[in-house]
């Protein structure tokens, strides 16, 4: 089946410092990848949608200038947290998606601890 | 505007019990897709099953089954004989259908559920 790995795991940063999550999509291409976050013991939120080749569509309330997303190839979008507080912390989770059947992929997550 | 409402925050259950899990959804879409994940205390989300609104039918596998109810909109997620290993957060989503790309999902709020021995 279709794998999308994240990179990396698990991150601890000082605050003020920026940080870049990796979602690679595998064994397939993805057209469109999407940023997830989780606060504990919350439900999954989208942040933005990632096309390749073009800028990414953010939700509302998500600052595009503090969470920039790349999505420069078929196989790799990146998510950058800059200046990165407390409050970011966080779990992110990508999805990328197979055309064709249309069928959704998460990645295992990455976990953001700002100190 | 697209919403999943899963009423039952948490749930606990002793083994061997069977446990249904609730979901209720809101959509303008004629088409649409349903999902069931379970995710662990790892955090990574395992997908369990999608369906497309146009199979009603209800599905069975090993002992999780789904019953798909466009007229109550809802779709809810049954665990038989549950076990200890079946202790997760479990999330029912929503997907749209624009060219075939469901699209961002739409998540509820998850159940917590707890499983003892």
């Known amino acids: 089946g279709a794998v999308v790995s994240q990179h990396p795991s698990r991150v601890i940063c000082k605050s003020g410092t920026s940080v870049k999550i990796e979602c690679r999509s595998l064994?397939?291409?993805?057209?469109?990848m999407f940023w997830y976050r989780q606060f504990p013991k919350q439900s999954l939120m989208l942040m933005a949608t990632?096309?390749?080749?073009?800028?990414?569509?953010?939700e509302q309330g998500v600052e595009k200038d503090k969470f920039l997303i790349n999505h420069a190839s078929l196989t790799l979008s990146t998510l950058t947290v800059t200046s990165a507080h407390p409050e970011d912390s966080s779990f992110y989770i990508c999805?990328?998606?197979?055309?064709?059947?249309?069928?959704?992929?998460f990645g295992p997550g990455t976990r953001l601890t700002v100190t | 505007a697209q919403k999943v409402t899963q009423a039952q925050t948490e749930i606990s259950v002793v083994e061997k019990e069977d446990v249904t899990l609730d979901c209720v959804y809101e959509t303008r879409d004629t088409t649409y897709y349903l999902f069931w994940y379970k995710q662990p205390p790892s955090g990574e989300l395992v997908f369990l099953i999608r369906?497309?609104?146009?199979?009603?039918q209800n599905e069975i596998s090993g002992r999780y089954s789904w019953n798909f109810q466009k007229s109550t909109s809802s779709f809810n997620f049954t665990i038989t004989a549950s076990q200890v290993v079946d202790s997760a957060v479990y999330f029912c989503?929503?997907?749209?259908?624009?060219?075939?790309?469901?699209?961002?999902?739409?998540f509820g709020k998850g159940t917590k559920l707890s499983v003892k021995p």
């Open positions: 990632s096309n390749e080749g073009s800028k990414a569509t953010y």
């Open positions: 989503a929503l997907g749209g259908n624009y060219g075939g790309s469901q699209g961002n999902l739409i």
């Open positions: 064994d397939f291409q993805a057209t469109t």
């Open positions: 369906r497309n609104s146009f199979d009603e």
């Open positions: 999805s990328a998606e197979l055309a064709g059947p249309y069928e959704q992929y």
